[in-house]
């Protein structure tokens, strides 16, 4: 079983919608919970993390449930330039400090 | 502040050449981490030093990849024999204390013919 399970996507939306990605893990040990972005042929970009009370940047909203351990990403508001594939990051202090990547759910926002 | 560079960002060779990849993290921070990323099998860390000691190699593919970090700003990957399998883009990130977030470097990206 992966560490971080992700949708692949892709999910195709028109600008100015909502859209929510989800992941799961399988460690209830996990610490620390991030959301990176990657655009085509670029590096993995820390997008923001993920606190237990839920945390908003702007248009981007993120939420941990460690009881059904999933993360949320709900992105409102959507812009053509939010096209990317989003990646959630799960930090396994208890395994070396690995950070397990999920394979990434990707956005296509459409005009 | 500068960011993690890596060089060179692009590599051609041929099969059985020694390839060797470098990265230079950002000033202070106490973790590196080796990573290789192909549409088949996603983002996969190779290699994780802790102020320059190998923490965990359990990644590394086979004994064909070596990783070193003589200092706190330099870090090398180097595959000898490469292989066509080896084609990837091979990204370093490092990383300040743990738990924090980690800061990835632009990649290179290794097409072995």
């Known amino acids: 079983r992966k560490e971080v399970e992700q949708d692949p996507g892709p999910f195709n939306v028109p600008e100015g919608a909502t859209v929510a990605f989800n992941c799961t893990y399988s460690?209830?040990?996990?610490?620390?919970f991030f959301w990176y972005r990657q655009d085509c042929r670029k590096e993995p970009k820390l997008l923001m993390s993920?606190?237990?009370s839920g945390n908003e940047d702007g248009r981007f909203t993120a939420q941990l449930n460690r009881a059904s351990q999933y993360i949320s990403l709900l992105i409102r508001d959507s812009k053509l330039s939010d096209s990317a594939t989003y990646l959630c990051?799960?930090?396994?202090?208890?395994?070396?400090?690995?950070?397990?990547f999920g394979s990434g759910t990707k956005l296509n926002v459409k005009p | 502040d500068a960011g993690v560079i890596q060089s060179p960002r692009h590599e051609v060779t041929e099969m059985g050449q020694e390839v060797t990849l470098r990265c230079k993290p950002i000033?202070?921070?106490?973790?590196l981490f080796w990573y290789r990323q192909t549409m088949m099998r996603g983002l996969e860390l190779l290699i994780y030093?802790?102020?320059?000691?190998?923490?965990?190699d359990s990644g590394m593919p086979e004994d064909r990849f070596s990783a070193k970090m003589p200092n706190a700003s330099f870090s090398t990957l180097k595959i000898q024999p490469s292989e066509p399998r080896d084609s990837a883009v091979y990204f370093c990130?490092?990383?300040?204390?743990?738990?924090?977030?980690?800061?990835f470097g632009p990649g290179t990206r290794l097409t072995v013919l």
């Open positions: 460690n209830s040990a996990s610490q620390s």
């Open positions: 000033s202070g921070h106490n973790s």
């Open positions: 990130a490092s990383q300040r204390d743990e738990a924090d977030t980690q800061y």
């Open positions: 030093f802790n102020n320059n000691v190998p923490i965990d």
């Open positions: 990051v799960v930090n396994a202090l208890y395994n070396f400090n690995k950070f397990y």
């Open positions: 993920v606190y237990s």
